[in-house]
Nanobody, 124 residues
Framework: VQLQAFGGGLVQAGGSLRLSCAVS????????MAWFRQAPGKEREFVAA????????VYADSVKGRFTISRHNAKNTVYLQMVSLKPEDTAVYYC??????????????????WGQGTHVTVSS
């Protein structure tokens, strides 16, 4: 199983980026998908998640209204659209997958599979 995150880069504050996570080795149809991030010197934190049905999404308070998670099951891919980026969004962003995770526990960090991360740097 591989989760490959890409789309990161350097952007000015107020700018936008779209991260993608391409999954191989499993079908994401029954997997909850999530994005986490880890800034230098800090612990990994939850960013956003989407239930396997696509019917439920949750966001960290710090990104609510600015980030949007979505999924395309036929492409085995999950996305994170980020707008109005702030310097404090600078981090390595990781995608994660978990089989059958219930909607009420999407923020938990104990996902089954993790990608390698993509760097996002927001300059002020």
């Amino acid at each position: 199983v591989q989760l490959q995150a890409f789309g990161g880069g350097l952007v000015q504050a107020g700018g936008s980026l779209r991260l993608s996570c391409a999954v191989s080795g499993l079908s994401v149809n029954r997997y909850a998908m999530a994005w986490f991030r880890q800034a230098p010197g800090k612990e990994r934190e939850f960013v956003a998640a989407i239930h396997w049905s696509g019917g439920s999404t949750v966001y960290a308070d710090s990104v609510k209204g600015r980030f949007t998670i979505s999924r395309h099951n036929a492409k085995n891919t999950v996305y994170l659209q980020m707008v109005s980026l702030k310097p404090e969004d600078t981090a390595v962003y990781y995608c994660a997958a978990d089989y059958g995770r219930i909607a009420s526990n999407l923020k938990g960090i104990d996902y089954d599979y993790w990608g390698q991360g993509t760097h996002v740097t927001v300059s002020s």
